[in-house]
Each structure stands twice: as structure tokens, then as C-alpha cells.
T-cell receptor, first 110, second 115 residues
């Protein structure tokens, strides 16, 4: 089993749609969780951290479920500019190792 | 802020030559820097982790004698691809992390083409 797993997609959604991504992790000792966004031929950029209580930033909501060991990202009112690959990132449970998922591709169409 | 720069942004070199890529944290001290490689339409692959002042830790399958990493200061790490071959052509990305933090900030990447 991979340490961090994501559905590779692609997710093809129309503008204005709500889309959700899930990510599962295998190490129950992991404490820090993030979502990154990577545009084609660009570097990943931190989108948001994921806290135990969940957090929201505009149209983006991140949730953490420790019992089931997954995190989610919800995007509401999708924009064309949301088209990108979304990377789930989890710490390795100590030693400051960071593990990236392979990413989920999102295409938002007009 | 947390800005990371990389230089050069792209480079074309001949087979057999060596290429050095610099990664700098511009507005924070990076105790740990990471080097990744990404082939087209594939995910990021971690090559090595470097902590300031110590030897880099390489991932399985990455040749340490081919990919030389130096993290001489809290703001600079370098990756040297020695005796480059066409199969080394890829997008090389560095990232930097502050002490006691898991958040990584990425440089803009270096596109290497070996002819």
C-alpha cells in the first residue's frame, strides 16, 4: 500500500460545479497535512494546510478524518482557473519526512 | 513570505557535461531542502533531502555520485548533475523548509535538456 494515495482522475467538471478530492494515508502517526496545487510545467504551490478542526479558505474547504486516515478537499463554484493537479501531502510521522501523493488532475470546462 | 528561487530556469547541455542548479531561500532560513525530479505527465519524485551542514540523504535508486548535493548554508543548496545524459533530461525542482515546520516552499524549477 502506498503511503499516500489519491485518485489520479482526471476530474472533468463544468464551471460552477462542486468537486471533492479524497486522499488516504497509511501512517497513523502523521500529524501535518497539506494540499498543494501544481499547474502544468510549474512548481507546486501550497494551497492550504489541513487542521483537525477542518478549515476553509474562500471556495476551498479541507477536512481531516484521523479515524479513517483520509483528508479531503472540496472546491465550490469551480472556476476555469482551478484546472490543475492537486497534491495531497502528509508528514511521515516523525523525522520531518514529507510524503507527496501522485496528484489528482482537475479540468474545469466552460 | 516564503520565496524560493532557482537558477537557471532552463539549461541545455551536451551529453557528458556537468550542470549545476542553485536553490535559494530568499526571505527565510531553510534548515532542510529537498530536490525533486519530474518527468512529463508524471508525479514528483523525491531525489534527496539535505540538511544544512550535513550530507544529503538520497532516495533509493538515486545515484549520489551522479547527483551531487551541497547544502552549505541556510539559504543555499546546489544540485550538480555530473556527466549528464539525455535520460537525465527532466524538470528539477527544489523546495525549502524552515526548522520545526512541515510546510515546503518550492522553487520555480529548472528544465534540463541534455542533447
Amino acid at each position: 500500500r502506498k503511503e499516500v494515495e489519491q485518485d489520479p482522475g482526471p476530474f472533468n467538471v463544468p464551471e460552477g460545479a462542486t468537486v471533492a478530492f479524497n486522499c488516504t494515508y497509511s501512517n497513523s502517526a502523521s500529524q501535518s497535512f497539506f494540499w498543494y496545487r501544481q499547474d502544468c510545467r510549474k512548481e507546486p504551490k501550497l494551497l492550504m494546510s489541513v487542521y483537525s478542526s477542518g478549515n476553509e479558505d474562500g471556495r476551498f474547504t479541507a477536512q481531516l478524518n484521523r479515524a479513517s486516515q483520509y483528508i479531503s478537499l472540496l472546491i465550490r463554484d469551480s472556476k476555469l482557473s482551478d484546472s490543475a493537479t492537486y497534491l495531497c501531502v502528509v508528514d511521515g510521522g516523525g523525522g520531518f519526512k514529507t510524503i507527496f501523493g501522485a496528484g489528482t488532475r482537475l479540468f474545469v470546462k466552460a | 513570505g516564503a520565496v524560493v528561487s532557482q537558477h537557471p530556469s532552463w539549461v541545455i547541455c551536451k551529453s557528458g557535461t556537468s550542470v549545476k542548479i542553485e536553490c535559494r531561500s530568499l526571505d527565510f532560513q531553510a534548515t532542510t531542502m529537498f530536490w525533486y525530479r519530474q518527468f512529463p505527465k508524471q508525479s514528483l519524485m523525491l531525489m534527496a533531502t539535505s540538511n544544512e551542514g550535513s550530507k544529503a540523504t538520497y532516495e533509493q535508486g538515486v545515484e549520489k555520485d551522479k547527483f551531487l548535493i551541497n547544502h552549505a548554508s541556510l539559504t543555499l543548496s546546489t544540485l550538480t548533475v555530473t556527466s549528464a545524459h539525455p535520460e537525465d533530461s527532466s524538470f528539477y525542482i527544489c523546495s525549502a523548509r524552515r526548522a520545526q515546520s512541515y510546510e515546503q516552499y518550492f522553487g520555480p524549477g529548472t528544465r534540463l535538456t541534455v542533447t
